[in-house]
Each structure stands twice: as C-alpha cells, then as structure tokens.
C-alpha cells in the first residue's frame, strides 16, 4: 500500500515567518500534487510537479519533487494569514485512472 | 458555471438507516470520484469511475456502492449506516484526454458531512 506521510502536522505561525511543509513516501510516484484545503470547502490545487528534481514557484510558495520522485516539499516564503488552510500532497501512480493517493495533510495556521 | 455539486451538505443517520450522496458535475469530465476525509488520516478514495457505465473499488469500498448512468451523475449509497461511516464525503472529477494525460487536476465539489448515531 502506497503511504505518503506529511509532516508537520500542524503549524501555528506569525505573519512574515517563514514554513517547510514535507510530504513523503517509500514509493514512487510519477507525478506530485499540492491541494489547499479551507474550512467547508473541497481542496483546490496548487500545483503539479512530475520531474524528479524539478521546482516551481507560485508566487511566495515554492513546491519541489524529490530527484527519486518519493519525496515533495512545499515552502511558503513570508506567509500572510491568508495562506491558513490544509495542505495535502497527492501522488499519482501514473496510470489511465489518474487515481490519487493523499497525504494526511498540514493544517496551517497564520496569525496576524 | 456550477462545476461538481454535492447533496446534502450535512445529514444525520441513526445506525442501519440507508442515504444516497448525490454528486453532479457539469463540466464533461469522464472521470469521477468519491473520498471520505476523517481528521488527521487525509483523503481515502472509496469508488471511481472512468466513464458511464464502469465503476470501480478505491481503498475503502465497504459499506458503499456506486452506480454511473451518466456522465454527470455519480450518487454514492450508504446501505446499512453504521458509526465508522461517520466522516466528511468529498465528491470529485477530472479529464482524461485520449492521450492518456496522467496529471490531471481533480475538481472537488464543497463535501457531505454525514453523522451516523
């Protein structure tokens, strides 16, 4: 059973800081996604990153694959209260069912 | 542009009682989705279905069962309720192209919040 394991699980920072959310696994994945999750609401993605090795930047948040496309980080450069949600990672098997494994997920909190 | 649309969004059930989720999307994706997501344990994929007619078991299958009569409506039932189905249901789809595009970007609908009591 493909696992991917998040950590922290949660983080409650001040605004301006700075935050290193990981997502790992023991498997292989052909692609890597990054969802954000607010309260009431389904998650909304962020970003796919498919290359081992690549990086890709979204304004103040930088998500990158791992070279062995196990592991996936996302970093949030000076974070602002409305960055607050969960954030889940979701690896892709590759297949023609483009079924997803989730991570369990990083609640971030934001205080002002 | 509605684009997947879940009812209802909260439901209590007494245990054995039988509900269906109703799940439509409207954007002529080919591929739908049902999650269930309990706190701290992220999404668990119950049942897909890659076009109408064909449906297929996710990771948690028990206790649920699907049908897929059109492209966009993908209901899922809850026969027997029962305590450990208590959690938040998340509906979702996404488009595969004949090429066979394996990233695609899955769209979720708002969630069911189910109680079995």
């Known amino acids: 059973t493909q696992l991917l394991e998040q950590s922290p699980q949660f983080l409650s920072i001040q605004e301006g800081e700075n935050l290193t959310v990981y997502c790992n696994s023991s498997?292989?994945?052909?692609?890597l996604q990054w969802y954000r999750q607010e309260p009431g609401e389904g998650p909304v993605l962020l970003v796919t990153?498919?290359?081992?090795?690549e990086v890709k930047k979204l304004k103040r948040l930088t998500f990158q694959f791992g070279d062995a496309r196990k592991d996936s980080s996302l970093h949030i450069t000076a974070a602002q209260p409305g960055d607050t949600g969960l954030y889940l990672c979701?690896?892709?098997?590759?297949?023609?069912?483009?079924?997803?494994?989730f991570g369990t997920g990083t609640l971030l909190a934001v205080q002002p | 542009n509605a684009g997947v649309t879940q009812t209802p969004k909260f439901r209590i059930l007494k245990i054995g009682q039988s509900m269906t989720l109703q799940c439509a999307q409207d954007m002529n994706h080919n591929y739908m989705y049902w999650y269930r997501q309990d706190p701290g344990m992220g999404l668990k994929l119950i049942y897909y279905s890659v076009g109408a007619g064909i449906t297929d078991k996710g990771e948690v299958p028990n206790g649920y069962n699907v049908s897929r009569s059109t492209t966009e409506d993908f209901p899922l039932r809850l026969e027997l309720a029962a305590p450990s189905q208590t959690s938040v249901y998340f509906c979702?789809?996404?488009?595969?192209?004949?090429?066979?595009?394996?990233?695609?970007?899955?769209?979720f609908g708002e969630g069911s919040r189910l109680t079995v009591l």
């Open positions: 979702a789809s996404s488009y595969q192209g004949a090429s066979g595009r394996v990233t695609g970007e899955l769209f």
């Open positions: 979701a690896g892709g098997g590759g297949g023609a069912t483009n079924k997803l494994i």
């Open positions: 498997s292989v994945f052909s692609s």
């Open positions: 990153v498919v290359t081992g090795g």
